[in-house]
């Protein structure tokens, strides 16, 4: 069996950021990823960040990419690319097919940065093939260059769907629609308006109904929807399509946390299921952490900053960091999760983070 | 139509916020509009300002709030807003028309002399404007900025641009 420090699985925002804070301080540390390529979604994100400077605003999610790879390289850690983790068992050791071969490692710590997998939405006619996850058209339009459609029917507007829509624009494309069945936009205004400005029309109250088409989308079919989502006969549009994408929220991939025995808390404004953690990220059972979409969901510049919490953690539960120097370490983060987490949006993710850490606490 | 209902700000969300110009220094030569109307955590417009005229201080869900004596309407803080919801109005320009200086990340890009559409906030073509200036610097990373000239009682509406092809 193998054996390393600290091992983190996910080479996302999330990881790639605890790799680097731990590997700084000196930490061992294999970054697992089934991909192969490390970067999770970032290489998808071809827009500039929102936050301040030190959470990379301005910059484009791919460069921020490029340059978390480069110090992960220049800082000594192992990455082991095309290896899935399956399992994870007692006393920290972790089930992985690797390049086709079966491996066993195990590690003094763990990482979970496994991130997330989107919602679907069943209505009828959703299997006809041109009915898409939004992560999928991103993945083929900006690193593929393949344009799925010509006419695209968004459902929801969250921030997915309106910069989804928006790099569709970009891409050549026509958003026919953004289709959103609460009574306001989901996302930030300015997102919005950046479609608007374009012409693209943002339905509110209004949801998918029916794909109509033989053996591809051909129609979509919409509804209205009053104050109880009840569907109002009679607000029915069809629009002519062949693309209907869903951005319809993301639920954390937490899989393996429930392998291992982490006690879990239902926080819908997070996406669901959550690992009861602490303000370092640990989970109920000690040694095993999370960071990124899987300990709740928020957004690539907050998942950076989960990740250097667990790496300066780690670092300081091994004996690389003392318990001054990572206080200091540690402070400089929450603040910069604090800023995050703040305003119409981010408040509401800062209140349901805080009631996990105090029932991890209580324990 | 409202910013949260439709995706365009009103008249009303617009005139309320602390990153709009006054009428008199709009007057006055070239300033920038910010139509930022949401707290959320975003500051690199403060950053960007050689002049310090954008102010969010802390905490940085605040509004950016423009200093309008200090703006000289360089347009620098364009392309550095990640909202795209900074433009730069001149209603000096000439006597019947107004420049408008706005981010534009499409191709293709339009060039200088040409005639395009212009469009408002809801994607409305509401006149003809004419390319001044195509600006696309490294330091702009890939958010070209374009500069047209547009009829005055336009340069507050006009937000994007459509290639006529």
């Not at chain 1, 399992?87 to 086709?100: K, M, N, P, V, Y």
């Not at chain 1, 991103?138 to 029917?153: A, D, E, F």
């Not at chain 2, 005139?15 to 220094?25: C, D, Q, T, V, Y």
């Amino acid at each position: 069996m193998r054996e390393t420090e600290f091992a983190i699985v996910g080479a996302g925002p999330a990881g790639l950021s605890a790799a680097i804070e731990a590997a700084r301080a000196g930490v061992q540390v294999t970054l697992i990823d089934e991909n192969d390529k490390p970067g999770g979604q970032l290489f998808k994100q071809i827009h500039k960040f929102f936050g301040s400077k030190e959470h990379y605003a301005g910059v484009r999610g791919i460069d921020i990419g490029v340059q978390l790879l480069h110090e992960v390289e220049t800082c000594g850690v192992e990455v082991m690319l095309n290896a899935v983790v399956w399992g994870i068992f007692a006393d920290h050791t972790l089930g992985i097919i690797h390049d086709h071969k079966n491996l066993h490692l195990k590690a003094k710590k763990i990482l979970l940065a496994t991130g997330a997998s989107e919602n679907a939405l069943a209505f009828p006619g959703w299997t006809l093939p041109g009915v898409m996850g939004a992560g999928a058209i991103q993945t083929l339009v900006n690193i593929h260059r393949v344009l799925p459609g010509r006419r695209v029917l968004m459902v929801g507007s969250g921030n997915v769907g309106l910069i989804v829509s928006y790099q569709l624009l970009q891409a050549g494309a026509e958003v026919v629609a953004v289709l959103e069945a609460m009574p306001k936009i989901g996302g930030y205004g300015v997102h919005a308006s950046k479609l608007r400005r374009h012409g693209v029309p943002i339905l509110t109250s209004t949801t998918i109904k029916e794909a109509r088409g033989k053996g591809k989308v051909e129609e979509a079919i919409t509804i209205g929807l009053d104050e109880h989502w009840r569907e109002i006969p009679g607000t029915e549009k069809a629009y002519q399509v062949d693309v209907i994408c869903l951005a319809l929220g993301l639920t954390p991939l937490s899989e393996l946390a429930w392998m291992a025995g982490c006690q879990f808390d239902y926080i819908p404004q997070l996406g669901g299921h959550i690992p009861v953690h602490d303000a370092n990220m640990e989970t109920t059972v000690n040694g095993i952490y999370v960071a990124g979409d899987v300990s709740g969901i928020e957004e690539a510049s907050t998942a950076m900053e989960e990740g250097k919490l667990a790496g300066i953690a780690v670092a300081e539960a091994l004996g690389y960091l003392s318990a001054a120097e990572a206080a200091c370490k540690k402070e400089v983060v929450l603040r910069r999760l604090d800023e995050l987490r703040s305003g119409p949006f981010g408040g509401v993710r800062k209140q349901a983070k805080e009631q996990l850490h105090q029932q991890r606490c209580s324990q | 139509m409202t910013l949260a209902k439709n995706g365009a700000l009103s008249l009303e969300e617009l005139a309320a916020l602390p990153g709009m110009p006054s009428k008199e220094r709009l007057a006055q030569g070239p300033v920038v509009v910010i139509e930022c109307a949401q707290e959320i955590p975003c500051n690199p417009c403060e950053a960007a300002c050689p002049n310090g005229a954008i102010k969010v201080g802390e905490p940085i869900t605040n509004l950016p709030v423009l200093a309008e004596e200090k703006c000289t309407g360089c347009g620098v803080c364009i392309a550095a807003c990640p909202g795209q919801a900074i433009f730069v109005i001149d209603m000096t320009y000439s006597e019947e028309e107004a420049t408008v200086q706005l981010p534009y990340e499409f191709l293709p890009l339009p060039a200088k002399g040409d005639l395009v559409d212009g469009l408002d906030r809801e994607g409305q073509k509401i006149c003809t404007a004419r390319v001044l200036r195509v600006l696309n610097p490294k330091k702009f990373d890939r958010t070209p900025v374009i500069t047209i000239a547009v009829p005055k009682e336009c340069a507050m509406a006009v937000r994007n641009i459509a290639i006529r092809r």
